[in-house]
């Protein structure tokens, strides 16, 4: 009996955690709800995607405000989606893509945009071949490189013998290491991709994103659970990053400004 009775009590205990859990979701729910209704009330036409940004206006508007008060403390919207419960695309449906990063553009950065003929031509016809081929970029580069290359090597000076790259590549290496060093520097600008990415996706605030690398194929899938807006979404993730400079003005200068205020 007191086993059963013992067992009784994990069950409402473990009942009133679940409730607990399940709150947050609830209530998480009621307001994306709510953020429906009025995109359903703003948006003409029925124009699915226009509803999204309402809706995505709208719980941009309650992000930071008090949605629940329980007295010892008090939650935000925000604070409701990171403690409610992780539903993937097949629960809540979201936004699912592949990115393709451009293997050939990363080439070319790493040649200095090299204007040599044999590789310039080379990139054309894997370009062509790709169409039809699901083969890695880079391994279709090195065989169309191979068809034509004659004496010229991957490693001459106005290829990828770059000063950049002296460290890595040198003079009159054989291709097939060449093209080793060329797959760890396309893995580098892809992994700094993901970053990037999750980066960008943690300020865009989905809960549970699935960011992952397809092999080495250069392409990389995004699952977004809960968004709609496929606009600012694909904003998101393909826009540039751009380093401004801006003049400012020194301590000295500053200090000088005040002290004319001064008098």
Request: proline share 1%; aromatic share 10%.
């Given at each position: ?9 994990f ?11 399940l ?18 009330s ?21 992000s ?6 329980i ?45 040599n ?9 894997a ?125 000295a ?11």
């Amino acid at each position: 009996m007191q086993n059963k009775g013992l067992i009784k009590l994990f069950a409402i205990l473990f009942g009133l955690v679940s409730l607990y859990q399940l709150s947050f979701t609830f209530l998480a729910n009621k307001v994306e709800d709510n953020a429906v209704n009025y995109a359903e009330s703003k948006a003409t036409d029925n124009d699915a995607r226009q509803k999204a940004v309402f809706e995505r206006k709208y719980l941009d508007s309650v992000s930071n405000k008090e949605i629940i008060d329980i007295s010892v403390t008090t939650y935000t919207y925000n604070d409701l989606r990171e403690k409610e419960m992780n539903l993937g695309l097949d629960l809540k449906g979201g936004i699912n893509a592949i990115l393709q990063v451009s293997v050939k553009e990363v080439l070319k950065s790493l040649t200095n945009d090299s204007k040599n003929v044999v590789f310039n031509q080379a990139l054309a016809a894997a370009d062509e071949a790709q169409k039809d081929d699901n083969a890695n970029y880079l391994d279709l580069f090195f065989e169309e490189f191979e068809k034509i290359a004659g004496t010229t090597k991957l490693s001459d000076p106005s290829i990828f013998g770059t000063k950049a790259l002296s460290e890595k590549i040198t003079f009159n290496e054989a291709n097939a290491t060449v093209k080793e060093t060329l797959q760890e520097e396309i893995n580098s600008s892809i992994i700094t991709t993901l970053e990037v990415l999750r980066s960008r996706i943690d300020k865009f605030g989905v809960s549970s994103p699935k960011i992952q690398r397809i092999g080495n194929s250069g392409r990389i899938q995004i699952e977004l659970p809960g968004a709609k807006d496929i606009e600012r979404v694909t904003k998101l993730i393909t826009s540039k990053a751009e380093l401004q400079f801006w003049e400012v003005y020194t301590n000295a200068e500053v200090q000088n400004f005040f002290f004319s205020a001064n008098y």
